[in-house]
Nanobody, 125 residues
Framework: QVQLVDSGGGLVQAGGSLRLSCAAS????????MAWFRQAPGKEREFVAA????????YYRGSVKGRFTISRNSVKNTLYLQMNNLKPEDTAVYYC??????????????????WGQGTQVTVSS
């Protein structure tokens, strides 16, 4: 059974920081691309950041570039999202995701087969 478990969300003031974690179990994701998505109330799920295995290349949505950093620890099978200078518009449920196929960077949620349960991030103004 494949499982992704998100954690690290919480309530923070604008300008603060949080680090999200996503622990993978049941299968190794050391050779797969992984990503973070988020969904705010009343809005569609949107891409946040992705990282691939070969080269550790990263890709970010424009509004988080320079503030968020995606990384992975392949030995621990864990994905991270360091979020700095948080803004109220970053408030959402954040989900980690993993591809099951070819290792490449993609922002399309249809390209990801495995999903975490989500962790709530709330940024107060």
């Amino acid at each position: 059974q494949v499982q992704l478990v998100d954690s690290g969300g919480g309530l923070v003031q604008a300008g603060g920081s949080l680090r999200l974690s996503c622990a993978a179990s049941g299968r190794t994701f050391r050779s797969n691309s992984m990503a973070w998505f988020r969904q705010a109330p009343g809005k569609e799920r949107e891409f946040v950041a992705a990282i691939n295995f070969v080269g550790g290349n990263t890709y970010y949505r424009g509004s988080v570039k320079g503030r968020f950093t995606i990384s992975r620890n392949s030995v621990k099978n864990t994905l991270y999202l360091q979020m700095n200078n948080l803004k109220p518009e970053d408030t959402a449920v954040y989900y980690c995701a993993a591809r099951a196929g070819i290792d490449y960077l993609t922002s399309d949620d249809r390209d990801y087969s495995y999903w975490g349960q989500g962790t709530q991030v709330t940024v107060s103004s």
